[in-house]
C-alpha cells in the first residue's frame, strides 16, 4: 500500500503542475491583453487562481502524516487523468478545434463530476480537509459545469451574445444550485458550504453579464434568493 501511495502523490503533484501551466497558457492572451478597467469576466480568473491555490495547497497536504487517504485513495489516479484532459482540450481550443475541444470539455465534465460525487462519501474531518481536499473539486466542478452550459451556445453567433439565452443560463443554474442546497441540507454528513453552488453563482453572474461595467450589485439579489430558498 505504501507503495500505491507513493505513486498516487506523485500523480497528483503532476497533475497539479499540468493544471496550473495549462491554465497559464489557457490565460495568457487575457493578461497580456487585459484593458486597465476590471471587467466581469475577470471574476472568473480570481475564481481559477483561487482553484489553483487550493489544489497546490491538496498537492502540499497530502504529502503530511495528517492527510486522509481514504480520501486521497477515492480520487485515485482521476485528478491525473483530469489534468490531462484538461490541458488537453485547452490545446484544441487554441488550435480552433472547437468541436473536439468541446467534447473534451464534456469529458472533462464527467471525470470531474465523477470525483466530486466520490467525495461526497468521504466528508471533511476537519477544517484543512474541507479547504484542501473538498472545496477544490467543489469549485472545480461548478467551473466546469458551467463552462459546458455556456460553451454550449457559443458555437452560433446569434446564441453566444443573445439575451434569452444568457437568461436560460442562470435560469439552469439556479435551478442546479438550488438542488445542491436542498440535497447537502438533507444529507447528515454533508455541509451546505461543500456544495459548489456558490462558485457556479458567481461564475454565471461573472460571465453572462461580462458586458456590464461591473456584475458586483446583482450578487445581493441572487445571494438573496439562494438563502432564502435554503432555509426550511
Request: with cysteine; proline share 6%; aromatic share 16%.
Amino acid at each position: 500500500m505504501t507503495h500505491l501511495d507513493i505513486k498516487l502523490k506523485l500523480a497528483n503533484t503532476a497533475a497539479t503542475l499540468i493544471l496550473v501551466g495549462s491554465h497559464g497558457f489557457s490565460f495568457q492572451d487575457w493578461f497580456l491583453r487585459h484593458p486597465e478597467k476590471f471587467g466581469g469576466r475577470d471574476f472568473i480568473l480570481i475564481l481559477s487562481v483561487i482553484l489553483e491555490v487550493l489544489l497546490i495547497g491538496m498537492t502540499i497536504y497530502q504529502w503530511l502524516p495528517s492527510a486522509p487517504k481514504d480520501a486521497f485513495e477515492a480520487i485515485g489516479f482521476w485528478y491525473l487523468l483530469i489534468a490531462l484532459v484538461n490541458s488537453g482540450q485547452a490545446l484544441l481550443w487554441y488550435f480552433h478545434l472547437d468541436i473536439l475541444a468541446y467534447v473534451g470539455l464534456l469529458w472533462l465534465l464527467a471525470s470531474v463530476g465523477f470525483v466530486y460525487h466520490r467525495l461526497r462519501d468521504y466528508p471533511p474531518r476537519n477544517a484543512v480537509d474541507l479547504l484542501f481536499v473538498n472545496a477544490p473539486f467543489s469549485i472545480y466542478a461548478a467551473f466546469t459545469f458551467f463552462a459546458t452550459l455556456f460553451q454550449s451556445f457559443w458555437f452560433s453567433e446569434v446564441t453566444r451574445t443573445h439575451p434569452v439565452v444568457h437568461t436560460v443560463i442562470i435560469i439552469i443554474v439556479g435551478f442546479v444550485a438550488l438542488h445542491l442546497v436542498d440535497y447537502s441540507q438533507r444529507s447528515s454528513s454533508q455541509p451546505p458550504c461543500f456544495s459548489p453552488v456558490y462558485p457556479m453563482s458567481l461564475l454565471s453572474l461573472c460571465a453572462v453579464f461580462s458586458s456590464a461595467p461591473s456584475p458586483v450589485p446583482l450578487f445581493p439579489t441572487f445571494w438573496s434568493v439562494l438563502t432564502s430558498a435554503s432555509v426550511d
